[in-house]
């Protein structure tokens, strides 16, 4: 079992809905990061926390919102997606901001209508 | 500018065959380490390895083992006698401080393990 929960595993949202995406970690890592993945192709970096503040935001349009309310959560807020953003959302967290050794969850599998 | 290829985009191969998945990385800097990842079908990235620039022993770990070549800029991951559990999208993937720091991955290999 993989030590990043992230909730929900999947999620269908329509165009206008507004929902979230959560992660958790508690190996007391300290930094976080959201990945986009489409299929078959490598994850892209969106964001990265450094002791939760934002430190890399990939240019990442403004309808994804991260959030890191402590050290062990992240959150990925989402509104007015398009069909495009549909993709595996990931979560990872590593113990610094350049070790690349990550910690990934399972994803949350993202549909938008 | 650093880039990592993974020419090999599918491999299928019989069970207890061994098989070994290409990688090959372009990078300015001296010093950069590099990285083997799985991914299941479950969805997370499993960390394998990671190998610094200066560091070109080749690793053995059980069933898996990597041949690192700084002159072909190659890093190359072999597994033995595979298993149906061996089935997985494998990225290698590159980090150095031109990047910032993040990892740059290859398009990865999806591995089929046949019984």
């Known amino acids: 079992d993989t030590e990043v929960t992230q909730t929900p595993k999947h999620l269908v949202m329509g165009m206008t809905n507004k929902k979230s995406l959560k992660c958790e970690q508690h190996?007391?890592?300290?930094?976080m990061y959201w990945y986009k993945q489409k299929a078959k192709k490598p994850p892209e970096l969106m964001f990265v926390y450094s002791y939760e503040k934002l430190s890399i935001n990939e240019s990442v349009p403004s309808r994804f919102s991260p959030e890191c309310p402590n050290s062990s959560l992240l959150n990925l807020h989402l509104h007015a997606l398009q069909p495009e953003d549909s993709a595996l959302y990931l979560c990872a967290s590593s113990q610094g901001i350049n070790t690349g050794e990550l910690f990934f969850g399972e994803g949350s599998r993202l549909t938008v209508l | 500018a650093q880039k990592v290829t993974q020419a090999q985009t599918e491999i299928s191969v019989v069970e207890k065959e061994d098989v070994t998945l290409d990688c090959v990385y372009e990078?300015?800097?001296?010093?950069?380490?590099l990285f083997w990842y799985k991914q299941p079908p479950s969805g997370e990235l499993v960390f394998l390895i990671r190998r610094n620039s200066f560091d070109e022993q080749n690793e053995i770990s059980g069933r898996y083992s990597w041949n690192f070549q700084k002159s072909t800029s190659s890093f190359n991951f072999t597994i033995t006698a595979s298993q149906v559990v061996d089935s997985a999208v494998y990225f290698c993937?590159?980090?150095?401080?031109?990047?910032?720091?993040?990892?740059?991955f290859g398009g990865g290999t999806r591995l089929m393990v046949k019984p």
């Open positions: 990078t300015r800097d001296t010093t950069y380490y």
């Open positions: 190996m007391g890592h300290r930094a």
């Open positions: 993937a590159l980090i150095n401080n031109n990047a910032g720091n993040m990892l740059t």
